[in-house]
């Protein structure tokens, strides 16, 4: 017994003296809290708004974001577009990938093909409802060959991109991972599957490298790439991303100063306003997350279809107090909003003006009221036939407390304000609730949306027939139209008539309450004092660090 | 005895087949697809359904996992991390949670039997009314909670231990999680070691031994200890295996790349990744047979009376 | 005396004719009385009882009593029309000087961060954890004793068979259980006790099983069988009282282990719906702003601390009047 206690003390005496050692204080390291893991390194795999901001940490693609979300020259120095809109040259400069290999334009060849053929989520970016890449479509349907991807490069500085239809957004698009190099030759000597899944097999271009990674890791570090072309202007040296779960936790570790850039939950919020020191590193970034309500209208679906009754769901969505919900729940910043598109996102090009300011324009159909929401409701029993209407609302329980009180909220409102509708509510891990979206098995899911691109059109385009097939079920044929000539129809040459077609689409949407919008997200950061530059956007990559000082 | 272990790892190895044929089976009927869906077609589906090799009868299936099981590979993601080969990935994991969980069983069982055999020798004392708080208030804290209130004021409060883990300063990052997870360990333990030793104290032959003259640590050692020890054997052998296999709470909030939170991704995840759940089953079931396993031949090397029952069988 | 005399009746009689004096003070009580006698006589088995009690008894009427529900969101609108939550405020008794718009109203635990009252959904979570426990637990400790008594007692291939399928059903993960389960039942209490009736019987048996192969060579159980009795006679009747002290032990922290799992199952999704709640909920929900709301968390732990404190006691107490040696020491 003695030997075990004598073992025991030596254990702990052990760990208390390897404890004393040092936290280094490194005044140019940036210390950031990531709210979830990344899912991969791999643009092809990449679903999330993390992955993308490490992919385009380390990454730079065609063009990149300035402080104030415009387009600018990247790789490409400079770019000549063709008359008719529908050709896009690109001149790359002299860049070298950290392996000292020059960044070539066969490097963006090979990726877009490669692109088009193992994408699942994201290979529709290249096709004709937004970049409108020649043949994109086809080849992500294996009936083309990949050769035949509008992309080419004359020369190892030069690429062509031939477009099927003029895109107004194109430039902008070029910052997206997705269209981001990969080194061929690296990635033919990895081991198949095992790209970006360590420093070792991930090669960057951009202004950072990754020194310390796996998938899954909560501890990610980043070092200053210094055979980056613009490397004379990066001046931090390392970036640390810190995975932290509990909005709570980050509270504390942002006090305790160990980390410089936390994410911070509605309650947490609260508290820091109340606070005379903390309340001056709090910042409230608009972005453009939609929190909506997705109705099933599949008349097939597990409930007998009810919701495929335009009443109904006018009814549910008139009964939900938005301004309630986020002055009251949500509590971060975030916005109610009344229209399919979020607020604070695609301004437009002449006048300045972001596509859904005027947030009232539907407010006869969209809006809190309840005389209005019981009119809608009693035309839908009438047209139903019954009284009770007992319906199941789906959410994924792994995107934070918020959506839980959310959807709490809403079952509380609907029911008090709409007698006969009973909200089941039914929390699941993200998988079962991604397989009941596409199997078809519920009726009311609570979803969101960020764009991917600065245009409506990235929120559009998931109501076709073809993009709701996924989820509402809903189909529109003037809906389709309207979004098919503003893509690859006469609309896209025109900016204006365009513009004000995806009005029509947007209002086309709202009148059949096909969604429920919520609000528009916001997220409230804690960041310390000193720390300046860091580039915050509603589009595609949330956080830029390039520009830190 | 040797013919008897033998034919134990022989039972083990296909409970260990069983196991992972069952498992096979049950992945597939899962709520959930194998690979991430969000705004995926239909089609899409169907034909990532292909690649996998899904549309095969599951023993067709079951013959090729089996095949590349041989091979010494777990195959590669079908939802975590862009299909990468499993086996690096999880043995980091397994590693950390290792680490951890073996510091946490020392400590627990060391602290938990100090704790009881302290109690049992005052029973009825103050001593003992306090050790049995102790365990007690071990049981009412979930691990987690106790991890919070550690973290709050031994990183935060009193900078003195890391926030967030760090695998590059191992030994002071391993103490809070590995003494939050002992929590549990040592309750159970002291628990059991207490009520099994005034059991045995109780018993005649340590009476006899008392009337010889026997006392303190030489009569606890030789007749009360090794008599006390099988059941708490019993409830430290799955305190092990819920050790080695991870927290996923507190892996979550201490920001540790381990088991439990692997498990949790592959099941909850962007899908269900059948690949990394097989693989981390597996692996969780041939530790928790070896540790049965062990305990089984323990058994007969602390009681011999279980060694002569086997024999007779 | 003759060879093959049988005693007849008449050769037994009393001496003499008197009265016997019967001794009643020694008298024997039956089993169970003396259980009885001696378990209330423990002032902590009692303390136990009346802390158990105690929570019982809030648990089913504080909900009942209280003038919220526990999924009600106190809420006013003002008179611009927003509407105003009673939400994250702390403990508070109704003042008569009402400054702003709930300080009229008395909320003995303070609000939860939707608005609700923490006083009726803390007991309100009471009632469902201890519902789920004590469900779960009983048809555990009925399956896993019976299991591991019988696995334990007749040893060899029953033993063997038996316990490689607790190994099979040991190994599945908990969360690839309840994912299955929860194709065929709808998510909420029952879920939650159908997944730890499968996970949880598996330790009760192991203890059940232990005790058995160290009381079956014991020589009453040989008497036993000497006499004639059958297997099952013997493990019910002879093995079986003298394994509950450690079973008793084993339940006593089977439910905080219910509890818990009942916790992490909220935490993954599979567990309570909201607004339902428990006890593990609402731990849970309190431990996402323990620092900042700390009040929040401190009523589901007491409850959650105070009944544990009393399972424990009541299980001592158990034990020491169904092993009474242990009393005289």
């Given amino acids: 017994m003695r030997k075990i206690l004598m073992f025991t003390l030596l254990i702990l005496a052990a760990m208390v003296t390897a404890c004393g050692g040092g936290e280094e204080k490194d005044s140019n390291t940036l210390k950031v809290m990531l709210g979830s893991n990344a899912v991969s390194l791999d ?161 960057s271009n951009g202004a950072f490298t990754l020194t310390e990674y796996l998938p899954g890791t909560s501890n990610i570090r980043l070092q200053k790439n210094n055979s980056y072309w613009n490397a004379q202007n990066i001046s931090l040296e390392n ?168 959807a709490q909220a809403i079952k509380s409102q ?80 025109n900016y204006n008539e365009r513009w004000s077609a995806m009005y029509d689409a947007e209002e086309i949407l709202l009148r059949n309450a096909v969604i429920a919008p919520l609000y528009t997200n916001a997220s409230a950061v804690l960041i310390s004092e000193n720390v300046k530059g860091v580039d915050f956007h509603s589009v595609a990559i949330e956080r830029v660090f390039k520009n830190v000082k | ?202 018993s005649d032959y340590v009476k006899l031994a008392e009337a010889k003259g026997l006392y303190g640590w030489q009569l606890m050692r030789r007749h009360v200890l090794r008599n006390a020890l099988i059941p708490i054997v019993t409830v430290i052998a799955p305190l092990v295996v819920d050790l080695l296999t991870g927290a996923m709470v507190i892996e979550k909030i201490y920001g540790i790349n381990g088991v439990g939170k692997l498990m949790v991704d592959a099941i909850a995840g962007q899908g269900v990744d059948y690949n990394y759940v097989l693989a981390l089953g597996i692996v969780f079931s041939a530790l928790y047979i070896a540790i049965m396993l062990l305990l089984d031949i323990l058994y007969g090397i602390i009681d011999p009376r279980i060694r002569l029952a086997a024999k007779e069988g | 005396m003759e060879k093959n005399y049988t005693p007849q009746k008449e050769d037994f009689q009393f001496i003499t004719e008197r009265n016997l004096e019967i001794d009643s003070t020694f008298t024997s009580q039956g089993y169970w009385r003396g259980v009885f006698v001696h378990f209330t006589k423990n002032k902590f088995a009692m303390t136990g009882v009346f802390l158990v009690s105690l929570i019982i008894i809030f648990a089913v ?12 969101i106190i809420s006013v609108t003002d008179d611009a029309g927003k509407e105003i939550v009673a939400k994250s405020l702390p403990p508070q008794f109704s003042n008569a000087v009402a400054q702003d718009y709930f300080s009229a109203k008395t909320f003995i635990f303070g609000t939860d961060d939707m608005g609700r009252d923490l006083w009726t959904r803390t007991w309100q979570g009471a009632r469902v954890s201890l519902i789920i426990a004590f469900v779960a637990i009983f048809i555990d400790m009925l399956i896993g004793t019976t299991y591991g008594l019988i696995s334990g007692f007749f040893g060899g291939t029953v033993d063997n068979v038996l316990q490689r399928f607790i190994e099979i059903i040991g190994s599945i993960p908990t969360l690839v259980i309840i994912s299955i389960l929860a194709i065929f039942m709808p998510k909420g209490i029952g879920l939650v006790i159908a997944s730890l009736l499968i996970t949880e019987w598996i330790g009760m048996s192991k203890i059940a099983r232990a005790e058995c192969l160290k009381l079956k060579e014991r020589e009453y159980v040989l008497a036993s069988r000497t006499l004639g009795a059958g297997s099952f006679h013997i493990i019910f009747t002879q093995i079986l009282p003298n394994t509950i002290g450690p079973i008793i032990t084993q339940v006593m922290f089977s439910i905080p282990v219910a509890i818990f799992t009942e916790a992490f199952l909220s935490f993954v999704g599979v567990g309570i719906v909201l607004p339902q709640c428990s006890i593990g909920s609402l731990i849970e929900a309190g431990f996402n702003n323990i620092t900042i709301l700390p009040y929040q968390i401190l009523p589901p732990i007491s409850v959650l601390a105070i009944l544990m404190l009393g399972f424990n006691l009541i299980g001592d107490g158990f034990r020491e009047a169904l092993a009474p040696k242990l009393e005289n020491l």
Avoid at chain 1, 375 to 383: G, L, T, V
Avoid at chain 2, 7 to 33: E, Q, S, Y
Avoid at chain 2, 100 to 116: D, E, H, K, P, Y
Wanted: charged residues 20%; hydrophobic residues 45%.
């Fill in chain 2, 1 to 202: 005895m040797t013919k008897y272990v033998a034919k134990r790892i022989l039972m083990a190895a296909l409970t260990l087949f069983a196991i992972t044929f069952v498992l096979f089976v049950l992945i597939r009927i899962m709520p959930g697809n194998p690979f991430p869906v969000e705004r995926m077609s239909a089609e899409m589906i169907l034909q990532k359904r292909l690649e996998l090799g899904l549309d095969k009868p599951i023993l067709v299936q079951f013959a090729d996992y089996l095949k590349m099981l041989a091979s010494g590979s777990f195959g590669n993601g079908t939802s975590l991390y862009n299909g990468a080969p499993i086996k690096p990935i999880m043995l980091k994991c397994l590693e950390n949670s290792f680490k951890i969980g073996v510091i946490s069983i020392l400590f627990g069982t060391v602290v938990g039997l100090f704790i009881g055999i302290v109690a049992a020798m005052h029973r009825g004392k103050f001593l003992d009314g306090f050790c049995t708080v102790v365990s007690i208030l071990g049981v009412c804290i979930p691990s987690y909670v106790f991890m919070i209130f550690l973290q709050y004021f031994f990183s935060y409060k009193i900078p003195f231990f890391p926030y967030f883990f760090d695998a590059s300063n191992f030994l002071s990052s391993a103490v809070m999680p590995a003494l939050s997870l002992s929590l549990f360990a040592i309750s159970t333990v002291s628990r059991f070691t207490r009520n099994e030793m005034v059991e045995v104290m109780n």
């Fill in chain 1, 43 to 203: 643009a092809a795999q990449a679903t999330d708004s993390v992955s993308f901001e490490l992919m385009a940490d380390c990454i730079d693609g065609l063009t990149q974001m300035d402080s104030n979300g415009k387009a600018i020259p990247a790789i490409a120095e400079s770019y000549d577009i063709s008359e008719d809109g529908k050709t896009y040259t690109f001149h790359l400069r002299d860049a070298k990938w950290a392996n000292g290999d020059e960044v070539t334009a066969e490097d963006f060849v090979f990726a877009w093909r490669r692109h088009c053929l193992e994408s699942t989520k994201y290979a529709y970016i290249m096709g004709a409802t937004v970049a409108c890449v020649k043949n994109a479509d086809a080849v992500t349907k294996k009936e083309a060959a990949p050769e035949t991807l509008g992309i080419s490069a004359p020369d190892s500085k030069t690429l062509v991109v031939e477009l099927d239809a003029p895109v107004s957004f194109f430039p902008s698009l070029m910052c997206f991972p997705a269209f981001y190099p990969i080194n061929e030759k690296f990635y033919n000597s990895l081991e198949k599957g095992t790209y970006g899944t360590s420093p070792e097999t991930f090669l």
């Fill in chain 1, 414 to 493: 609907v029911e008090e304000n709409l007698p006969g509708v009973i909200l089941n509510l039914q929390p699941m891990p993200k998988a079962e609730y991604l397989d009941r979206v596409t199997t078809n098995s519920y009726d009311i899911a609570i979803t969101n949306w960020a764009p991917d691109y600065d245009d409506p059109m990235t929120f559009l385009t998931l109501w076709t027939t073809e993009g709701s097939e996924i989820s509402e079920h809903w189909s529109n044929l003037d809906y389709d139209r309207i979004i098919t000539e503003c893509t690859t129809g006469d609309l896209a040459a």
């Fill in chain 3, 61 to 72: 009427f504080a909900p009942l009593l209280s003038s919220y529900a526990y999924d009600e």
């Fill in chain 1, 239 to 406: 970036l640390q991303y810190q995975v932290v779960s509990s909005s709570d936790n980050a509270l504390t570790a942002f006090k305790n100063g160990t980390l410089n850039l936390v994410a911070i939950n509605g309650n947490q919020v609260e508290n820091v306003k109340n606070d005379a020191d903390l309340s001056k590193n709090l910042k409230i970034i608009p972005t453009g997350l939609l929190q909506y309500l997705s109705f099933n209208q599949d008349a097939k679906n597990h409930h007998g279809g009810a919701l495929a009754n335009v009443n109904l769901r006018l009814a549910i969505s008139n009964a939900i107090d938005r301004e309630s919900l986020v002055n009251n729940y949500v509590t971060n910043g975030a916005q109610a909003t009344y229209t399919a598109i979020p607020i604070n996102f695609a301004p437009n090009a002449e006048t300045g003006r972001f596509f859904a300011e005027d947030q009232k324009q539907f407010s006869d159909v969209v809006s809190f009221d309840v005389e209005k929401a019981r009119r809608f409701f009693d035309a839908a029993k009438a047209e139903l036939g019954k009284d009770i209407f007992d319906l199941d609302i789906i959410y994924a329980n792994d995107s934070g407390d918020t959506v839980i009180k959310v």
